[in-house]
């Protein structure tokens, strides 16, 4: 089962329990306000170039867009979030000098896409997905 903290729960609990577990849920991390924001900066990406990864494995009914920043001012807000920043920086820093997001992404599954095969997301080492 996977932990799950309120927003407002000790930092190093959560990052105590991410190291752990391999994952946390953090309940109502930003606010509705944050996450519309966000959602309405990125829909015009998502309805120009969000099908360019469509294929018989991610899918003809997904939309997928990276470099988040790029396409938000507000999304920052997240990343900078105390919360992520302490978690990122519990699993991260014993092993480097400087944490630095490498890239971000954000799927939109729309209605009716069909389950993917069964498979195993790889990362590269030292990384945290939130």
């Known amino acids: 089962m996977i932990p799950t903290f309120a927003a407002g729960h000790d930092r190093q609990d959560i990052s105590n329990a991410l190291i752990h577990h391999g994952a946390v849920i953090v309940e109502s991390l930003l606010e509705s306000r944050i996450i519309d924001a966000i959602s309405d900066d990125l829909r015009p990406a998502f309805d120009h170039q969000g099908h360019v990864f469509e294929n018989d494995f991610n899918g003809y009914s997904t939309r997928r867009l990276g470099a988040l920043a790029g396409h938000s001012e507000t999304f920052g807000t997240m990343l900078a979030n105390p919360v992520v920043v302490a978690a990122a920086e519990a699993v991260l820093k014993p092993n480097c000098e400087v944490v630095q997001v490498g890239s971000t ?5 729309l209605p009716g896409e069909k389950e993917q095969v ?12 939130f």
Do not use: M, N, P, T
């Open 118 to 129: 069964l498979h195993r997301d790889y990362l590269s080492s030292g990384s945290i997905v």
């Open 105 to 109: 992404s954000a799927i939109e599954i």
